[in-house]
């Protein structure tokens, strides 16, 4: 049997960890997955640890880890030479993983809009600390804003102490982790609609959801 997303085009222009992540997981599940980077690399490139401890921005492990199984080109979608290849793209992709500040890709001509607009069945993955709407939306979220405002550190931790954060990255494994069962499954509603979504993932409110 063929990978459960062969033929699926994805093209991955988030950075850090949950949408890298996000795209990995597709990939891995066959999908053909294709990392797009800003001249000087996305920011992923500058995290610890590195190899030999090398701080080399072909050497982080994060970088390397979160980016498996996927093609790479450099492209600055902000110039008018780039978003044309950008949406030379997306009219043959299926998905787009973006991890960017909500407006951002609005405000350079690259909004959901756009993208439909060229490609009525594509999708576009959202991954954000709040959301795209929301009194929040605008905020910018570290790893332990989203563990504090989920209010999952209310429990971590002994009575008698402060609040304490689990360790590693959890809201961002665990954003990426819900981005590719979303994705996953609007690509199975598009079979039967033919229609593609904008999928608005909120960190703060998946961590909130292991609350239940």
């Not at 498996?68 to 600055?76: E, H, P, S």
């Not at 902000?78 to 890709?105: C, H, I, K, N, W």
């Amino acid at each position: 049997m063929p990978p459960v997303l062969d033929e699926v085009c994805v093209l991955d222009i988030s950075h850090g960890i949950a949408g890298p992540l996000c795209a990995k997981i597709l990939g891995d599940l066959g999908a053909d997955v294709i990392k797009i980077e800003p001249p000087g690399g996305e920011s992923g490139r500058t995290m610890a640890p590195f190899l030999h401890d090398d701080p080399d921005p072909e050497k982080s492990l994060f970088f390397l880890q979160l980016n498996l199984n996927k093609r790479g080109i450099t492209l600055n979608i902000e110039t008018p030479e780039g978003s044309d290849v950008f949406m030379d793209l997306v009219r043959r992709a299926d998905v787009v993983v973006d991890s960017s500040q909500p407006g951002y890709l609005a405000s350079i001509g690259l909004g959901y809009d756009t993208l439909e607009r060229e490609n009525p069945a594509v999708l576009l993955t959202s991954i954000t600390p709040f959301g795209q709407t929301g009194p929040y939306s605008q905020f910018k979220g570290e790893e332990i804003v989203a563990y504090a405002t989920s209010g999952i550190m209310a429990i971590s931790g002994t009575s008698d102490r402060e609040p304490l954060k689990h360790g590693g990255f959890q809201a961002q494994y665990e954003a990426g982790l819900n981005g590719a069962t979303g994705t996953a499954l609007a690509l199975l509603l598009r079979d039967f609609t033919g229609q593609g979504q904008h999928l608005d993932i909120s960190t703060q409110e998946v961590v909130s959801s292991s609350l239940v």
